[in-house]
């Protein structure tokens, strides 16, 4: 049993490493087929990100909101409902945490004014994905339609706030007024600037790992997810579980976006949706859905984001080519036939190999006690 | 304002905006017949939307671009079903992954030939597929306005709602299909071939999403945009959850929800409310749509359950 388990970990790991290197393969190809310098561009998507600390710095502070929305989707994933809506809570709790922001203006000091932003984020993220997660628990309304509306509409009301209730006229594109000085998240590390929100970061990780794997909670959420049928069987609260889940995922997006905004801009300006929740959920299947994983993943899919940047202002590759690696990984990861004949065999082999062993052990025995007799 | 000119202007508009959506309706009632929820018609429709502009404007046949938007949209469909049936994985997954891939894919594609990264409208020539004046019915006041004169897809599309049903429900390979979507094991146990049926039903629906986005691109514009199916997919994958994968009233929750487009455009260009509240009316729709329709189902269940309660007494 135990071996077993070892296996599936050791060809789960294979497996990852393998689909992400089967895709930077073919993101490599591309890039030779369809440039005009190769080699010169090849080396600034392996190693452009790595080539000054401002740029390493600039990885770092990508992978916050990737790990933000990563821990995000590890909850939908957990109880199994693909509620989407953190995609447009991402967007919109960045422009409701900077409207609240320039209301406010200079009036608190930083020590209350950023918990309290960050608070109104949350709150935001927990409002706005209670919506699909409701209507799905009460009205079995399609989560994943629900939520994609959800986010079409979201995009608009962003707009719609940006444009209405706190447009800066004097600037000429469409932005808001300069965010306060007290509300704004200060940058750590030196050289490499990256957003206090890290800080953030790396306490919600950890939070969510002890949630998952310490707590009742953690686990009413996994059988849920893994054994609805069981969990009922069980007497576990299903649709308290369910939506708690769902609102502690959205309330994790909400405040990625409020730290995006308050650590990396100086004003709101985003006017389509971020995408921040797409890649989020390929966080999450990439990290198979473990929180102490998402940081890693959230680092590797920012690591690659940085590097297509690198090349689309250095070369003639758009930047778009790495949403089709994007989907390739998350397909390869996703397929459970993909390398399953190598873990059925692996699996198969060391079941023998113990079961031959135990064979061994029997015939010892009974060889001792034969002779035991004869003696 | 409401003189018949604008009644029948905001009929046409009906039809008009209603024609992809009831093209991704169906593709969804075949998959939701086959027990599968394909919610990769969005990338699909995309997918044939640019491959309709490029085929036409390298050859310089509208057909030929038709043909390869419909060719496009099946490459993706069984790209899907290949992951999906042969290699395992979970098709909501799947199908999210795709839309991801196509929604930046179909921009690269246009880059690389092009030089553009937002509208093929410069690059490329623009190409139409015809539209129809039907004879007689055209000088009927208000209907021939509202009626004729559109483009052909659009005649295609109200055929085809004829043509699903009559191939779910009087064919062999429907009763098939949807036998398989009943129970997959039911149907494997009188050998029939789960994994081919499904193969089909994503092969079908991959046609009839290359004819929305062949209407998308070469229809309703005549041109490509990036992302210009913008959740029309996923407003048909509604319209047949509504209809509980019936192909006719599918078809008219499609056209409740073009008319909801219909009426959002028609107010915005009277341009006294914000228009972003007016942009969000079809997303809006549907949701309500949606949750109107569960809980209507919900009472139904409710009611059956009571009678039958009140029967064993």
């Not at chain 1, 997006?253 to 308050?262: K, V």
């Not at chain 2, 209603?18 to 969005?42: D, H, Q, R, W, Y």
């Amino acid at each position: 049993m135990n071996k077993t388990r070892k296996i599936e970990i050791t060809v789960e790991l294979i497996r990852i490493i393998a689909a992400v290197a089967i895709a930077y393969a073919i993101a490599l190809l591309t890039l030779v087929v369809f440039s005009d310098e190769p080699v010169y561009i090849i080396q600034q998507f392996i190693l452009g990100p790595f080539s000054s600390m401002r740029r390493l710095g600039s990885v770092i502070n990508l992978a916050i909101p990737f790990t933000f929305t990563g821990l995000c989707f590890c909850f939908m994933y957990a109880v199994n409902k693909f509620n989407l809506a953190g995609e447009g809570t991402f967007m919109v709790s960045g422009c409701l945490t900077a409207l609240v922001a320039i209301k406010i203006g200079d009036t608190l000091p930083p020590a209350v004014m950023i918990p309290l932003l960050i608070c109104v984020g949350a709150l935001v993220g927990v409002i706005l994905n209670a919506i699909p997660a409701l209507l799905d628990i009460k009205f079995n309304a399609n989560i994943v339609v629900v939520s994609l509306m959800l986010n079409s509409m979201l995009v608009f009301f962003a707009i719609w706030i940006l444009k209405y209730k706190m447009r800066d006229p004097s600037i000429g594109s469409l932005g808001s007024y300069l965010l306060p000085e007290n509300a704004l998240l200060p940058s750590i590390l030196g050289k490499m600037r990256i957003q206090a929100g890290l800080i953030v970061a790396v306490i919600a990780v950890i939070l969510v790992a002890i949630l998952f794997y310490k707590t009742i909670f953690g686990y009413k959420m996994r059988v849920v997810g893994n054994n609805p049928l069981f969990a009922k069987a069980c007497g576990i609260n299903m649709v308290g579980t369910i939506v708690a889940a769902q609102l502690i995922g959205g309330a994790l997006a909400g405040i990625g976006g409020s730290c995006e905004i308050l650590g990396n801009y100086d004003r709101y300006k985003w006017v389509a949706s971020t995408q921040h929740g797409f890649d989020g959920l390929m966080v999450a299947v990439l990290a198979r859905r473990n929180p102490a994983l998402v940081p890693v993943a959230a680092f590797l899919l920012a690591y690659i984001r940085i590097g297509a940047d690198v090349v689309n202002s250095k070369g003639d590759i758009p930047v778009e080519f790495i949403t089709v690696i994007q989907g390739i990984v998350i397909l390869l990861v996703a397929a459970e036939e993909f390398m399953g004949k190598f873990k059925k065999n692996m699996i198969y082999k060391a079941a023998e190999e113990s079961l031959a062993e135990d064979k061994k052990e029997e015939v010892k025995e009974i060889l001792e006690e034969s002779d035991g007799k004869e003696k | 304002m409401f003189t018949i000119e604008w009644f029948a202007n905001f009929g046409f508009s009906v039809l008009r905006l209603s024609t992809p959506l009831i093209f991704a309706g169906l593709a969804a009632v075949i998959s939701k017949k086959a027990g599968m929820m394909n919610m990769a018609l969005e990338g699909m429709m995309l997918a044939a939307a640019l491959g309709g502009v490029v085929f036409a404007g390298m050859t310089g046949n509208v057909w030929v671009g038709l043909a390869g938007a419909i060719v496009l949209s099946v490459l993706v469909s069984l790209i899907i079903a290949f992951a999906n049936l042969t290699g395992q994985t979970d098709l909501y997954l799947t199908c999210i992954a795709v839309n991801l891939a196509t929604s930046g894919g179909t921009v690269f594609v246009m880059y690389l030939l092009t030089g553009e990264k937002s509208t093929t409208s410069a690059a490329i020539k623009a190409y139409t597929l015809p539209s129809v004046v039907i004879p007689l019915i055209k000088d009927i006041p208000l209907i021939g306005k509202i009626v004729s004169g559109h483009n052909i897809l659009t005649y295609v599309s109200f055929i085809s709602i004829f043509l699903v049903w009559l191939f779910l429900y009087r064919t062999r390979l429907g009763l098939r299909l949807r036998a398989v979507g009943e129970n997959p094991k039911a149907a494997s146990s009188v050998g029939i071939s789960v994994t081919k049926i499904g193969y089909i039903s994503f092969f079908m629906s991959g046609i009839l999403c290359g004819f929305g986005g062949a209407f998308m691109s070469m229809g309703w514009v005549s041109f490509f945009m990036k992302n210009m199916v913008n959740g029309r997919g996923y407003i048909g994958l509604s319209a047949s959850n509504i209809a509980n994968g019936n192909p006719i009233g599918s078809a008219i929750a499609s056209v409740f929800f073009g008319f909801c487009d219909a009426t959002a455009t028609t107010l915005k260009s009277q341009g006294s409310f914000p228009s972003e509240f007016l942009e969000m009316i079809p997303y809006a729709s549907t949701i309500i749509a949606l949750v109107v329709i569960s809980c209507l189902r919900m009472m139904k269940l409710k009611k059956i359950q009571e009678g039958k309660e009140s029967a064993a007494k």
